[in-house]
């Protein structure tokens, strides 16, 4: 299956096909300097799958975790392309997850101030949503994404058979950002989740849920209106994420934003259901926290601005609204826990 994102120039192909990722050199250019960019949690496999179609390949194995998303691996990567000769008609691929294509895309994104960036994720987060859309970014200071740019892959290559090795709570966590998709733009996608078996719908699922970032991304490629409807849920998750109170939890990104989806529905009707879902699928439903821990990083949110922030609410699946609240009107909202 195939998408094309179209942004005029920026435009670039979505190729959801098994057994893609041994063929990504048929689709894109791959004789010339390639930063190969993975993390130690990505099977070897994969990584000697790309190599063997980059003749210059130079691979750079980043630690599993968000801990990678620096500006202390931003410097590692640019670094690596200088010491190696890398020219404006090189490129950067990332092989992994979110952390992988947002430090590497954010990398492509600053090198000789742009170069090709080829994005090939293999965990269910990254194929559903992450790898397309064109946002790259680090974290600093304790904050989730502050610094990075927008920074358009030239290809993504989404291979469902890399998701085969992925622990059951990896694939869930990938599935939360399917459900918050569902949610905003597309009641059959959220209704094959309540018919269950996601499992035997998962490249229906990859597929539905790509098709309306999609749609969303070329109507506002730089998030200066209805992007802003991506975000449902990840509002108060980026800060449950981020809360060092929580840090024992172990949390996922996903189950952040699964968590932080369930204040933004509007219908009690509609949450029960929701619950019933992420039940299902293993993630959380209910959290304690010190809400003044986590008001403090909604202040610090990318998208709060002259002391507002746009929240996304759902009442009914498929469609959403945006609302624009002052900041401190959050912390009745998030009170100390969910559930």
Do not use: W
Not at 18 to 40: E, I, M, P, Y
Not at 62 to 70: N, Y
Not at 110 to 129: E, H, K, S, W
Not at 286 to 308: M, Q, T
């Amino acid at each position: 299956m195939k998408l094309t994102m179209r942004l005029g120039p920026r435009s670039y192909d979505i190729i959801l096909r098994r057994g893609a990722l041994g063929r990504v050199g048929q689709l894109v250019n791959l004789s010339r300097k390639v930063l190969v960019v993975t993390d130690s949690g990505v099977p070897q496999q994969y990584l000697s799958t790309v190599l063997a179609q980059c003749p210059q390949g130079v691979p750079v194995v980043l630690e599993q975790g968000e801990g990678s998303k620096s500006l202390a691996v931003t410097e590692r990567l640019c670094t690596a392309m200088l010491q190696h000769g890398f020219a404006r008609t090189d490129a950067v691929l990332a092989l992994g997850g979110g952390v992988v294509g947002d430090a590497a895309g954010f990398a492509a994104a600053c090198y000789m101030r742009g170069i090709d960036f080829i994005n090939c994720p293999t965990t269910t987060l990254a194929q559903v949503d992450s790898s397309i859309g064109g946002k790259t970014a680090v974290n600093l200071a304790g904050t989730k994404n502050i610094v990075g740019a927008f920074h358009q892959p030239c290809l993504v290559v989404a291979d469902p058979d890399t998701l085969a090795t992925l622990p059951p709570r990896h694939v869930a966590n990938g599935l939360a950002e399917a459900v918050k998709t569902g949610l905003i733009g597309d009641a059959a996608l959220f209704e094959l989740f309540e018919k269950g078996g996601a499992q035997q719908s998962v490249e229906e699922i990859l597929y539905r849920s790509l098709a309306v970032k999609k749609a969303i991304v070329e109507a506002d490629e730089r998030e200066a209106g209805c992007r802003a409807a991506l975000n449902f849920g990840h509002t108060i998750g980026h800060a449950i994420e981020a809360s060092r109170g929580l840090a024992r939890r172990q949390l996922y990104h996903g189950e952040c934003v699964a968590l932080g989806t369930l204040p933004m529905l509007e219908s009690p009707a509609v949450r029960a259901r929701v619950r019933r879902v992420y039940r299902a699928l293993g993630l959380p439903v209910r959290i304690r926290y010190d809400g003044d821990e986590i008001y403090s990083h909604l202040v610090h949110d990318k998208k709060a601005a002259n002391g507002a922030i746009t929240l996304v609410k759902v009442k009914q699946p498929g469609s959403y609204r945006l609302e624009r609240v002052p900041v401190e009107a959050l912390r009745a909202v998030i009170g100390d826990g969910i559930g």
